[in-house]
């Protein structure tokens, strides 16, 4: 009699005791609770008065509006955080370790999960100049991008050195082809405004970085899995967003175009924390040693819609 299977989230379903599952449900629900109560704590901040005084003669309100950050942007600090949702071009997967893999996945349609735990989200820093005009921004983002692991795919070239399968399961032969971790960039940004329209503030910014995902990589004929955060090459991005101006921060909505060239080395090895693993990194490449599992690329190309808050400091003598 053939044995019922499970595979994929039902496998993992299963060897989860109950008790455990409650347990991750829960701090999930706390996560997202705590996330939601400083997204919360960010819009107040942004939302509290300038401090001016609100007994000032209402023929003057008008003109102290038009010289408030809210209507006015000028040299300013500025710290935001955001959320939101990427999607990812289909983009050919490699695989080479010179005698053993020359192995291409065509056209993997990666996907994102922006919502699942850990969350697609992003942290920046900027710095605007005297008249509120050009400026320049450092941002980090934190997305993710996922192999399909059971839909029917084809494989060209070589694998564990033998002629690769034409259609088969990633599932098949990998348990993980993922960068869930992060498809983490870290950018540095210029950025040009377009005007203000009261509160309204249109921008535009360019600029590039570097690769920083956690690689999970596990083929399953290795007994040894990539687990860990890596450098993995430069990249660059290009965004258009819109700024509403509150009392002492903003409101924003973006888009963003990002291009992304991995190159990652399977290295067999689990990580930890990522200044080791840089460092972890940095020694390999030092001593000239090559991954025993030889290289993984890809290139992660993006449209990414996100939404946030930025809450400003402006130096005082600004802000007279």
Known sequence: MTQPTLTGSALSHACVPAGMRQSIGAGR???CAAAAAAIGLIVLAAALPTGQASSAASDSAGAEASRSPAYAPGRESTFGAYLGAPYHYPSDF???????HDLTIPNVEWYTKPFDNPLYYGARIQRWTE???FGTMIDFTHSKAYAPMTTDTKFTGTLNGKPAPEVVKVQDYFSKLEFSHGHNMLTLNALM???SF???SPYVGVGGGISLPHSEIHLKTDPTRTYEYQYTGLNGQALFGMEFRLATGSVFLE?????ADYEAPVTGVDGNWLPFDMWRQFSRWWSGEEPPGGWASTRLTSHQVIGGFYVRFVPELAAR
């Open 255 to 259: 888009y963003k175009f990002t291009l």
């Open 29 to 31: 629900a706390l996560e």
């Open 94 to 100: 490699h695989l080479k370790k010179e005698g053993l």
């Open 198 to 200: 009261g509160q309204f």
């Open 131 to 133: 008249g509120g005009r």
């Open 193 to 195: 405004r377009l005007g």
